[in-house]
């Protein structure tokens, strides 16, 4: 399956998200991409690299439950473990275009991890 297939796509940003490959996500994002979520926004794919970076200082393991996929929108439903709170069941709202991830929505309650 070549990478434009919005599934492999997420499948990409997941793995180099996990191996803290920066420079693979950042290829996978469009130059204006947009983030949404609990703990911030970001409004380029530059914006969204930084977020994923300093998201990755304190993740130590994403594991992926189950990926839906309806044309060029894939949601992934993922545990998003860190060092000191119970793992976060997550749910990421992805649109891919060309081949490419244009926007992100993600929602969990981050409560546990920001100490509230």
Known sequence: MPRTDPKVV???YFAAWQERDFD???SILTDDATFRG??????SGDECVAGLRGMSEI????RVLKVFTNGPDVVTWFDLHTEDAPPAPTANWMHVEDGRIARIRVTFDPRAIIGG
């Open 10 to 12: 997420a499948e990409t």
């Open 24 to 26: 693979t996500l950042r």
């Open 38 to 43: 609990p703990l911030g926004t970001a409004d």
């Open 59 to 62: 993740m130590t393991e994403v």
